[in-house]
T-cell receptor, first 112, second 109 residues
Framework: DSGVTQTPKHLITATGQRVTLRCSPR?????VYWYQQSLDQGLQFLIQ???????AKGNILERFSAQQFPDLHSELNLSSLELGDSALYFC???????????FGPGTRLTVL | GQQLNQSPQSMFIQEGEDVSMNCTSS?????WLWYKQDPGEGPVLLIA?????ELTSNGRLTAQFGITRKDSFLNISASIPSDVGIYFC?????????FGKGTRLHILP
């Protein structure tokens, strides 16, 4: 158990809908990272927050947004969902802005 | 130049065999990370390497930071069934961590 929690574990929804994925980092970790993992693309970095502020951005679509709250938990919002958004979404956390990230168990999103 | 290339893509081995896999890049990395992902789980950090030439072990796992800083190697000795999974290399680039596409390890019954 990495200490990072993600909810829900599974999510099934329809195209055009909007969903919110939730992540609680390890106790004491200030950075939260979001990744998308699909079969043909591997792990793709989406976005990082550090202590409530956006720190780095990867290949995140405009339909996706995230935020980190004062209690350091984070949410990833996915809107106008398309079939191709079906994937595993992982959250990871680290103490500072360092490299050793600890991953949550992921949320499997299925868009029908 | 920002990609990490992992080789092999997949491996089929017998229990008890030693395993070697590698990760290469056309550009230099100052840190190499090796993660393992079990089916249905998130990646778990196995070994972190911070210095060129560094050799670090974690149980039956040994990883090396290549002297050119453009590659890293992971070895698993005396494989056991729970070694099955996907092994990812990763490294920091432009304020983010990039991952290779992984090496899938299968153990034949």
């Amino acid at each position: 158990d990495s200490g990072v929690t993600q909810t829900p574990k599974h999510l099934i929804t329809a195209t055009g809908q909007r969903v919110t994925l939730r992540c609680s980092p390890r106790s004491g970790d200030l950075s939260v990272y979001w990744y998308q993992q699909s079969l043909d693309q591997g792990l793709q970095f989406l976005i990082q927050y550090y202590n409530g502020e956006e720190r780095a951005k990867g290949n995140i679509l405009e339909r996706f947004s995230a935020q980190q709250f004062p209690d350091l938990h984070s949410e990833l919002n996915l809107s106008s969902l398309e079939l191709g958004d079906s994937a595993l979404y992982f959250c990871a956390s680290s103490v500072e802005d360092d490299n050793e990230q600890f991953f949550g168990p992921g949320t499997r999103l299925t868009v029908l | 130049g920002q990609q990490l290339n992992q080789s092999p893509q997949s491996m089929f081995i017998q229990e008890g065999e030693d395993v070697s896999m590698n990760c290469t890049s056309s550009s230099i990395f100052n840190t190499w990370l090796w993660y393992k992902q079990d089916p249905g789980e998130g990646p778990v950090l196995l070994i972190a390497l911070y210095k060129a030439g560094e050799l670090t072990s974690n149980g039956r796992l040994t990883a090396q930071f290549g002297i050119t800083r453009k590659d890293s190697f992971l070895n698993i000795s005396a494989s056991i069934p729970s070694d099955v999974g996907i092994y990812f290399c990763a490294g920091p680039r432009d304020d983010k961590i990039i991952f290779g596409k992984g090496t899938r390890l299968h153990i034949l019954p």
